[in-house]
């Protein structure tokens, strides 16, 4: 099937603890991208990458690292997380030029 | 960059009216728009797309128009159903690379009374 993959979907942390947030997509996709959603500002782009070692900023980039090793996969790492990064995260993939699948979610809450 | 505004941010309708929900975009270059639903704790899904060599598509109940030089498009519901309560998203996307980068609007909630 089909699919991006994320992990955790929940996550409840405390400030300046590190953590990655995964995402794998199984459908050989060159285009992914992390997008976080926040009640009336829709969704916004983290960072997105069009191709193994290849990754950009998109509006939303402080606070925020991403990597693309692999085809498949595309980590979010929070170095030093905040409260003001508390949102609700999608990771979305898709051949170039085509739509975007998303991810189910992962909700953060930093404390 | 892009700027998308999207109008109303949240719009109420009986069951069987039509729904239409707005977008303008800032960048003459953005080439693509998609339209993505997003039920209640779920992602949100493609349901409607346009390219800028087309001014209307549509595709069963649901339509997408688009005026270039206006630089706003829109998405059209008929025959409004309960299950088409979802927040909705207009987005508006360039294309350097060959991939494409979009901005979102800030979404549409839609609300279908029975």
């Known amino acids: 099937e089909a699919q991006v993959t994320q992990n955790p979907r929940y996550l409840i942390t405390v400030t300046g603890k590190k953590l990655t947030v995964t995402c794998s997509q199984n459908?050989?996709?060159?285009?992914m991208s992390w997008y976080r959603q926040d009640p009336g500002l829709g969704l916004r782009q983290i960072y997105y990458?069009?191709?193994?070692?290849?990754?950009d900023k998109g509006d939303v980039p402080e606070g925020y690292k991403v990597s693309r090793k692999e085809k498949r996969n595309f980590p979010l790492i929070l170095e030093s997380p905040s409260p003001n990064q508390t949102s609700l995260y999608f990771c979305?993939?898709?051949?170039?030029?085509?739509?975007?699948?998303f991810g189910d979610g992962t909700r953060l809450s930093i404390l | 960059g892009e700027n998308v505004e999207q109008h109303p941010s949240t719009l109420s309708v009986q069951e069987g009216d039509s729904a239409v929900i707005k977008c303008t975009y800032s960048d003459s270059a953005s080439n693509y728009f998609p339209w993505y639903k997003q039920e209640l704790g779920k992602r949100p899904q493609l349901i409607i797309d346009i390219r800028s060599n087309v001014g209307e598509k549509k595709d069963q109940r649901i339509a997408v128009t688009l005026n270039k030089t206006a630089k706003h498009f829109s998405l059209h519901i008929t025959e409004t159903q309960p299950e088409d309560s979802a927040v909705y998203f207009c987005a508006a996307s360039i294309r350097p690379g060959g991939s494409y980068i979009p901005t979102f609007g800030r979404g549409t909630s839609l609300i279908v009374h029975p």
């Open positions: 459908m050989n996709h060159e285009y």
């Open positions: 979305a993939s898709s051949p170039l030029g085509q739509p975007q699948h």
């Open positions: 990458s069009m191709n193994v070692e290849v990754t």
